[in-house]
């Protein structure tokens, strides 16, 4: 008899939830076991809280040297800056330099940042001068005080990862969600493909659209769970790198692909590049998907979704 196997974990300063589809309870929990372990081994790479990460050495050497790190990180790494490309700069991973010291988006926060100092940072920001030589596996930040990191991308890989680990222990169907950023594949213990709530904006309890998916990831990028307001305007915690200021005008995106490192990756670019850019994008990339929902409730989706 198949059943659903559970577990929520916090994981990556988020809550994280596993489920394997299988008969065994003390086999699914091990499946569980085994790709909790997968994500905090990817927490510590990416870390930068740890002063030992080697994500922390290349920001600390940034104009100073290369950096020789795992192949593991070179390719992400390189991956994303792929992605910087396609986006026209608006995922970027350089964009270190103007986070936690303008934007904490906790309560305390009431007025907005000096936007000359920001500006100042934004010199910083440039996914280009990030030099990377294959042959040596280094990573070389060209700008003194530029720094990497990957809090638009990790959930994602984190998921991605440990979804693959899953499947090649013979996990034929479960879900990896990574606090909103999913990936799914295979059926729910009824055989029945997995449903999946697209949240209301106005009320994250309660989804708008239910859509069916199997060997699909979605993302979820909204204003809904960090924000602050200012002088009466609502700006979410997403940073447009090229402006250093968080985006306003949209309540949410939500990006379906069946890579959820990919789908991570770009409901960032999707919720700051303006709606018609991004849905022209989004077209013209086989297998991505989104929906947009702006300030006025308007729904927005590219070409090949059909909401019930």
């Known amino acids: ?20 589809v299988g ?5 699914a929990q091990e499946h569980i076991d085994v790709a909790i372990e997968e994500i905090r081994r990817i927490e510590k790479l990416f870390t930068t809280f740890n002063e030992e990460s080697q994500t922390n050495l290349i920001n600390k050497n ?15 790494i390189e991956r994303s800056m792929r992605i910087s490309a ?5 995922f970027d991973i350089s964009y270190g330099g103007i ?6 988006f906790d309560r305390t926060m009431n007025a907005l940042p000096d936007p000359e100092l920001i500006k100042d940072h934004l010199k910083l920001v440039n996914y280009r ?14 700008e003194k005080g530029m720094r990497i990191g990957f809090g638009g991308i990790g959930k994602g890989y984190a998921a991605e990862m440990a ?11 479960g879900i990896v969600n990574a606090s909103g950023d999913l990936t799914a594949w295979g059926n729910q213990a009824d055989g029945k493909p997995w449903t999946i709530g697209i949240a209301d904006p106005d009320n994250a309890g ?5 859509m069916n998916i199997t060997d699909m990831a979605i993302a979820t990028s909204g204003n809904y769970e960090k924000f602050v307001i200012i002088n009466g305007k609502r700006y979410s915690h997403t940073i447009n790198p090229k402006t250093g200021m968080p985006v306003s005008g949209i309540k949410s995106v939500t990006v379906f692909c069946p890579n959820a490192e990919i789908a991570d990756a770009m409901a960032t670019p999707v919720s700051i590049m303006g709606i018609n850019a991004a849905i022209h994008m989004v077209n013209q990339i086989n297998h991505l998907e989104c929906i947009i929902i702006d300030d006025q409730d308007k729904i927005y989706s590219s070409q090949n979704i059909n909401l019930k």
């Not at 979804?163 to 169907?173: A, D, F, I, P």
């Open 163 to 173: 979804k693959r680990l899953l499947q090649r222990r013979g996990v034929t169907s």
């Open 62 to 76: 940034a104009g100073i040297q290369p950096v020789q790190v795992d192949l593991e990180i070179f390719d992400l």
């Open 129 to 142: 001068n990030i030099i990377l030589d294959r042959d040596n596996q280094t990573v070389f930040l060209k």
């Open 206 to 210: 309660r989804p708008f659209s239910y």
């Open 99 to 104: 986070d936690k010291s303008f934007w904490n």
């Open 23 to 27: 008969n065994d309870e003390k086999k």
């Open 1 to 20: 008899m198949l059943r659903e196997f559970k577990r929520p974990q916090k994981l990556m300063g988020n809550a994280f939830e596993i489920t394997v």
């Open 86 to 90: 396609v986006t026209d700069g608006y």
